[in-house]
């Protein structure tokens, strides 16, 4: 069965530090993978893009990563900020999925000052 | 520029009421989407359609219908609701990345 996966436990780190969350996935053959942050109550809100040709894509203190080898995608929040403070999502598209996306359950992330 | 708009924004169910969930959007996307959100279990999808006049199933469309009216306009309809479908529902619109409405947060009691 097709699953992604996202670390439930969540990310607890200090400001200014970096966090970085995981998305794995199995059974896919994916054609990009996308980050959300969603905020209690609000609907998600996309991030990043990055395609299953491409390694590394950055947006301001966002940095993503896709290895199609290790089925994996690494999430990067540089230089965090409590306003950071977020639940991020990870969503992957694949080739024979005719348009429809499926999500991981997503990881909380807490920064404290 | 209002993005994804839908309505209602609460409701309550008696088991067994139907309903209407409305969804519309003004970006001009092809694509629109109804997810449901559940604690623990993320976004599942409902419903798809890639574009006016075509829907597909999702994840999860057993008690569920939906409609393409026009291109802006993509809704959700409850029959018969159960307790199960407690949940808050989101409607997206893509192109790229998705864009989302604020939700639904529906209780059937």
């Known amino acids: 069965s097709q699953k992604i996966e996202q670390n439930s436990e969540a990310l607890n780190i200090q400001e200014g530090k970096t966090a970085t969350l995981t998305c794995n996935y199995t059974n896919y053959s994916p054609a990009y993978l996308q980050w959300y942050r969603q905020d209690p109550g609000r609907g998600p809100v996309f991030l990043l893009l990055?395609?299953?040709?491409?390694k590394e894509k950055r947006k301001e203190r966002l940095k993503v990563t896709f290895d199609t080898t290790l089925k994996q995608s690494l999430f990067h929040i540089t230089a965090s900020q409590p306003a950071d403070s977020a639940t991020y999502l990870c969503?992957?598209?694949?080739?024979?999925?005719?348009?429809?996306?499926?999500f991981g359950a997503g990881t909380q992330v807490v920064v404290t000052p | 520029n209002a993005g994804v708009t839908q309505t209602p924004k609460f409701q309550v169910l008696k088991t067994g009421q139907s309903m209407t969930l409305q969804c519309a959007q003004d970006?001009?996307?092809?694509?629109m989407y109804w997810y449901r959100q559940d604690p623990g279990m993320g976004l599942r999808l409902i419903y798809y359609s890639a574009s006016e006049g075509t829907t597909d199933k999702g994840e999860v469309p057993n008690g569920y219908n939906v409609s393409r009216l026009n291109k802006r306009e993509f809704s959700l309809r409850l029959e018969s609701a159960a307790p199960s479908q407690t949940s808050v529902y989101f409607c997206a619109s893509k192109t790229g990345g998705a864009f989302f409405g604020q939700g639904t947060r529906l209780t059937v009691v």
């Open positions: 970006m001009n996307h092809n694509s």
């Open positions: 990055i395609r299953e040709n491409e």
């Open positions: 969503a992957l598209l694949t080739t024979d999925s005719w348009g429809k996306f499926q």
